[in-house]
């Protein structure tokens, strides 16, 4: 446990309120959206009463009430997702002024979304017979039946309800799928905590040296649970490219290391990627890292973009299209944003230019500082509660 951060909990609260809060789960290794609401509950809590729902919980904060909810079934996950939805329900139906929820659940007069929604990845594009085929594996799966019916309930008009959206391009495609949410819609971009900068060259090396990562040579740092999706293959590809001396550390999902060993053996990689598995504190990569690589196939924000550029790291990211922070980012100034996230010739061009030209690798490094220090989690929590208040006091 950390100790508390000056910020939210130093300006007055206009009003104390008490405040459900739901995640499946509630550590900082599950993810960017999990890292989301724990500090928006760790601003808060000195504020306000919060109380947080989960099945796994790996994290502790002084005020903050913590409610284990049970897991009979961990798989098939649409019948876990509908026993939490019913759990969470039950035990917050009365005594809450604010019911706030980062799951798919049909209840809470705050909903988060961080990730697009199943109408719009289930019909996006699609017309004619490959609509109607569509409708038919829906109509006949009780798993896409469920995941559709909470969303189509948490989306629904209600009095005092909001709806957070992480990004503008987000925001567009909730509009779009859910034209009656149009109202309710907000933005609330992920923040950071500013770190201490610069990185000295000792801290780099006690990183490096605390993560088992070599003390010698440029290291590039990929960042996500679902390392397809966040463009592993292509991240792989494109060291393969570059000098032997880059190497790259990769934090994620352990279970998910096994599949990609075979890639990295026959690239000839071996000796230049280093799996990190899950980290509760990711702070120390980035201190071991000299560039952060996200090409995503798709982010509706990518806090950990937003967090390395608070370290000073220069990033390369994919276009606004595949990843909601590209939308705030110019090219070159402060992040290299890719067109065509899979082109793995491209991103190893681009990788190449950010380590080896000293005038774009610092005017990076500086975009990117410059660039967070518009996102403080302090700033962000704040918005936060102005909706908490506003909900509360529509019901």
């Not at 739901?22 to 009463?49: C, D, K």
């Not at 899950?278 to 120390?284: A, E, K, N, T, W």
Request: charged content about 15%; aromatic content about 8%; hydrophobic content about 45%.
């Amino acid at each position: 446990m950390s100790a508390p951060a000056p910020g939210a909990a130093d300006q007055a609260s206009p009003q104390k309120l008490r405040i459900a809060v739901f995640n499946r789960t509630f550590s900082p290794t599950g993810g960017g959206a999990e890292r989301y609401s724990i500090a928006l509950v760790e601003q808060l809590a000195a504020r306000h009463e919060i109380h947080v729902f989960a099945q796994e919980i790996g994290h502790e904060w002084p005020g903050v009430t913590y409610h284990r909810v049970s897991m009979p079934l961990r798989k098939p996950r649409w019948v876990n997702q509908l026993w939490f939805a019913t759990a969470t329900w039950w035990a917050t139906r009365r005594g809450f002024d604010a019911v706030h929820s980062h799951e798919n659940t049909w209840h809470g007069n705050v909903q988060t979304v961080h990730v697009l929604p199943v109408k719009y990845n289930l019909f996006n594009g699609r017309s004619g017979w490959r609509y109607a085929l569509r409708c038919l594996s829906v109509a006949t799966s009780p798993r896409l039946l469920t995941y559709l019916g909470l969303e189509r309930l948490r989306y629904a008009a209600r009095p005092g309800r909001q709806v957070v959206v992480t990004s503008e391009s987000l925001k567009a495609i909730m509009a779009a799928s859910y034209p009656d949410c149009r109202a309710m819609l907000s933005v609330i971009t992920p923040g950071i905590t500013l770190p201490s900068l610069p990185i000295t060259p000792l801290q780099k090396s006690a990183a490096r040296a605390g993560l088992s990562l070599p003390a010698v040579g440029r290291c590039l740092l990929f960042v996500g649970n679902d390392y397809r999706k966040k463009g592993l293959p292509a991240t792989l590809q494109a060291l393969a490219s570059l000098p032997a001396d880059v190497f790259l550390a990769v934090v994620g999902n352990t279970a998910a290391i096994a599949g990609f060993r075979e890639q990295v053996e026959a690239l000839g990689l071996a000796q230049r990627v280093f799996f990190l598995g899950s980290l509760q504190d990711v702070g120390p990569a980035y201190q071991a890292a000299d560039a952060l690589v996200h090409p995503t196939l798709e982010d509706t924000f990518a806090m950990v973009v937003l967090e390395a550029m608070a370290h000073g790291l220069p990033v390369a990211v994919s276009a606004p299209r595949y990843c909601g922070i590209s939308g705030l980012l110019t090219h070159g100034v402060n992040a290299m944003v890719l067109d065509d996230p899979r082109n793995a010739a491209h991103l190893g061009e681009v990788l190449a230019r950010m380590l080896d030209e000293r005038a774009l690798g610092a005017q990076l490094r500086q975009g990117a500082i410059d660039f967070a220090r518009h996102y403080k989690w302090v700033d962000i929590a704040l918005q936060q509660e102005a909706l908490y208040l506003s909900s509360a006091a529509t019901v």
